[in-house]
């Protein structure tokens, strides 16, 4: 069973407001990722990170930002929401080594208005 | 175009039917994952795979890396497994970073 959380699961805000998506897993991973995904389509990475103070951006330009402040808590923050932010937005956790198991949040739907 | 294709997009099947979605990819791998994604739900690995067969249940995935394929296989179907089924595969470590999804294949199973 995955220990890793997702918080809102669904959220509905309007434009311009600031938002922090909350992504916490317990399994002690040093490798974290949020992906983006709209209906229908596939994953894409936006920002992942390899350990405490390491955050790197994906391959899908996003205006999103995060932090790694502790192993176990990678949030990710919009500054000024755009209804192009609308989606569903995907955290996921595994460890080192080419052998290891991906494990994903719930997810949070993100809607902009 | 994406790397990851996946086919059928969409399946309607009989509860009982024996499922088949594939998956070819263009690059070579390190690895191969097949995902479970229910409805508004997150994700789930079912399989992460670089050679020949696993099984887990009435879930089957093989692989054939001379033909970049892989195949999902589902005996004695049920509703419960109806979702979305995604491939994706790794190009580095076998981590959530290297990986390439395909769009998945979106299986109904009716009563």
């Known amino acids: 069973e995955a220990d890793i959380y997702q918080t809102p699961r669904y959220l509905v805000i309007g434009t311009g407001k600031k938002i922090t998506l909350e992504c916490s897993q317990t399994?002690?991973?040093?490798?974290m990722y949020w992906y983006q995904q709209d209906p229908g389509m596939e994953l894409h990475l936006i920002h992942y990170?390899?350990?405490?103070?390491s955050t790197e951006k994906g391959d899908l330009s996003s205006e999103s930002t995060v932090s790694r402040i502790r192993t176990e808590h990678f949030p990710l923050t919009l500054e000024s929401a755009r209804p192009s932010h609308t989606s569903q937005y995907l955290c996921?956790?595994?460890?080192w080594g080419g052998g290891n198991t991906i494990y994903f949040g719930e997810g949070s739907w993100l809607t902009v208005v | 175009k994406n790397e990851v294709e996946q086919s059928p997009q969409n399946l309607t099947a009989q509860e009982g039917e024996f499922i088949t979605i594939n998956c070819s990819y263009s690059?070579?791998?390190?690895?191969l994952h097949w995902l479970q994604q229910h409805p508004g739900g997150g994700i789930v690995s079912l399989f992460m795979?670089?050679?020949g067969k696993k099984k887990h249940g009435r879930l089957i995935a093989t692989i054939n890396i001379q033909e970049k394929h892989s195949s999902l296989h589902i005996t004695a179907s049920h509703p419960r497994d109806s979702a979305v089924y995604i491939c994706?595969?790794?190009?580095?470590?076998?981590?959530?970073?290297?990986?390439?999804f395909g769009k998945g294949t979106h299986l109904i199973i009716q009563p």
């Open positions: 994706a595969v790794s190009h580095s470590g076998g981590g959530a970073d290297g990986l390439t």
């Open positions: 399994m002690g991973h040093d490798k």
């Open positions: 996921a956790s595994s460890d």
């Open positions: 690059v070579g791998i390190s690895a």
């Open positions: 990170s390899y350990g405490v103070n």
């Open positions: 795979l670089s050679s």
